[in-house]
């Protein structure tokens, strides 16, 4: 806590980033190499669903990762909206178009696996409903965040919306349990031992610290990106008050004219 | 050469794998094409700015 509270003022943010960034990268890169071989060369074929099971080491790491983005995107509206803290804004709305992209990923792959194992691209069951309500949540954050004008009230509906979404996550986790379900239940985060063979788990959580990796390098390069952008925004308008240029924002021209009519 | 055929044929479900790998490559390499590119192109306006207006921080 106390690292994350140094980390917390933007100019310190950029310099800690700018170190960590190649390095999150090359192993980001590196990990997910060295799962993409195990997965698709060394981990045996199912003795039920053959090699179709390989789609499973990117179909369930993007699963989880589209979940703890939301989660990663839901505790920084939390901050942001207690502590009106800068970076936690920026933070939830780099993380966001990721966590959209994740969860693209474990809907596309659940789709091309369920068809040859369910013989359907698609069923409306809980799980896979609830995965794509997650999705739209996604969009609808994206969208709210970018509708309005003011970007601080944006932040601030985006906030309250991804808080009120949190709820989905538990529906998501343990609908396999709740429902009837043509989707397989949790065979790693149970409780009691994970009912994978080894030889899968393996390669599965390489997959999954790759994914994770990746979040991590693209959410830092998200948020320095936009730190740039209001930092130049800042400078313009430095340049124009120092220029003797006319402060913004001006009164509009209609609200002048209204003025005058009400004075005569 | 056999064994390359045999592990691209993925016991019959070929389309499907490679079709999920595929997806997966597409939406997150996109992902990180555009934020790399963001990310570069706003240091490039910044640092312009600050060169201008002569405030290196």
Request: glycine share 8%; hydrophobic share 55%.
């Amino acid at each position: 806590m106390p690292m994350l509270t140094r980390l917390a003022n933007p100019a310190r943010f950029m310099r800690a980033s700018s170190t960590a960034l190649p390095w999150l990268g090359a192993l980001a890169t590196g990990v997910i190499a060295v799962g993409l071989v195990w997965g698709l060369v060394f981990a045996p074929p199912d003795y039920q669903q053959g090699e179709s099971v390989r789609i499973m080491f990117v179909h369930v790491p993007s699963a989880w990762m589209a979940m703890s983005a939301y989660l990663f995107i839901a505790v920084a509206s939390g901050v942001a909206l207690v502590w009106r803290h800068p970076l936690a804004d920026i933070a939830a709305q780099a993380a966001a178009p990721v966590g959209a992209g994740f969860t693209a990923v474990c809907l596309a792959s659940g789709s091309l696996w369920g068809r040859p194992m369910w013989g359907a691209w698609w069923v409306w069951d809980a799980r896979l409903t609830s995965v794509l309500v997650l999705f739209f949540l996604y969009l609808g954050y994206i969208a709210l965040v970018n509708a309005f004008d003011d970007r601080t009230r944006g932040a601030r509906a985006g906030s309250l919306l991804a808080l009120v979404g949190v709820v989905n996550l538990p529906i998501i986790k343990f609908s396999v349990d709740w429902w009837n379900t043509l989707h397989q239940p949790a065979s790693v985060l149970r409780l009691g031992a994970p009912t994978i063979a080894l030889s899968m788990l393996l390669p599965l959580l390489v997959m999954a610290l790759g994914f994770m990796l990746l979040f991590g390098w693209l959410v830092l390069l998200r948020m320095r990106a936009a730190l740039n952008e209001r930092k130049a925004h800042a400078l313009r308008l430095y340049g124009q008050l120092a220029a003797g240029e006319p402060r913004l924002p001006m009164a509009p021209p209609v609200a002048d004219v209204a003025a005058r009519a009400a004075l005569r | 050469m056999l064994h390359v055929t045999h592990w691209l044929a993925m016991g019959g479900y070929a389309e499907y794998v490679w079709s999920a790998y595929g997806v997966a490559a597409l939406v997150l390499g996109g992902l990180a094409v555009h934020s790399w590119r963001w990310h570069r192109a706003s240091s490039d306006v910044l640092d312009r700015l600050q060169h201008r207006t002569g405030r290196d921080e």
